[in-house]
């Protein structure tokens, strides 16, 4: 694998492969530090970013690497006096040797990857995929479960513009005995393709109005925000989860979201021990080092 495009790149094995670096990196940082020793990585971001645009940058430097970067290449780079993206790939990838980008086209990591020479890493493109954030999230499940086969999901809130829920249901359909549960508002449901994606992987979608409609025993939560800057008029309204919805749910029950979040979860779930979305948010380290440490030296 060369680059990292989309979630249909990945199997088990190779998957696991990367959970079990990262477990390693975690565990043993001391032998890594210089895994990128002399490598140079550009975050190449046309759409704001927080944690993925830092936590990548960390993990470059966790592993003895260096640092390019722009946080708002769609204002502040040449992209303002009309280069086109792949013009701009073409002169940053002779000064890094792999580029990590964000960008508002759904298919520009796919574009970038066509006629780049280093790795592309796709940070999120669109309404399309986010796959290192899917990456993440199963390091996470597999962290707290210790398996991903035979495990329930409710995936919540806006699964139609969600790319990161388009990208874990990628990922998840891997797994043996696998079930799915949408929960989202008539205008945010997950679009047939994905759908179709799971049944053709023998893995049954059930589309739910109420958190009353899912399983009180259901292994992971996986609450989105609403992709507002993704709508053309307005929003209808959110389900949120607060403490009450959580006494819905058993213990083992752990609750997810990518981040950020405006009101879809309630602060007082904060310290709900189910509720693991800050430590997902650090698991996601680990999970991009192993990924970098993968796509640059070959393993």
């Not at 960390?58 to 290449?73: F, P």
């Amino acid at each position: 694998m060369k680059h990292l495009i989309t979630c249909e790149q990945f199997e088990i094995d190779r998957l696991e492969s990367l959970f079990a670096l990262a477990d390693d990196m975690k565990a043993n940082p001391e032998l890594y530090h210089s895994a990128l020793s002399s490598r140079i990585v550009a975050t190449l971001f046309y759409e704001p970013s927080t944690r993925t645009r830092l936590s990548f940058e960390a993990a470059v430097q966790k592993l003895g690497g260096g640092i390019i970067s722009t946080e708002n290449a769609k204002e502040m780079s040449s992209a303002i006096k009309g280069e086109n993206l792949l013009d701009t790939i073409r002169v940053v990838e002779g000064y890094c040797d792999a580029i990590v980008l964000r960008h508002f086209d759904d298919n520009a990591a796919q574009d970038a990857a066509s006629i780049s020479h280093i790795p592309i890493i796709n940070a999120g493109g669109g309404a399309g995929e986010h796959p290192t954030q899917a990456l993440l999230d199963a390091y996470t499940i597999y962290s707290y479960k210790q398996t991903i086969h035979h495990r329930s999901f409710a995936l919540i809130g806006d699964l139609r513009y969600g790319r990161t829920i388009h990208s874990l249901v990628k990922l998840i359909s891997l797994y043996d005995g696998v079930k799915v549960y949408g929960l989202s508002q008539e205008d945010r449901k997950l679009p047939e393709v994905y759908i179709d994606y799971l049944q053709a992987r023998g893995i049954a979608y059930q589309a739910c109005e109420r958190f009353e409609d899912l399983p009180t025993d259901i292994d992971v939560l996986y609450q989105t925000r609403t992709q507002t800057e993704r709508f053309a008029n307005g929003t209808s309204g959110e389900f949120v989860i607060d403490k009450k919805v959580m006494e819905q749910f058993g213990q083992e029950t752990i609750l997810l979201h990518p981040l950020p979040r405006n009101n879809e979860i309630a602060l007082d779930v904060d310290g709900d021990p189910r509720a693991v979305y800050f430590q997902q948010s650090h698991l996601g380290l680990y999970a991009r080092m192993a990924l970098l440490d993968t796509l640059l030296n070959g393993k």
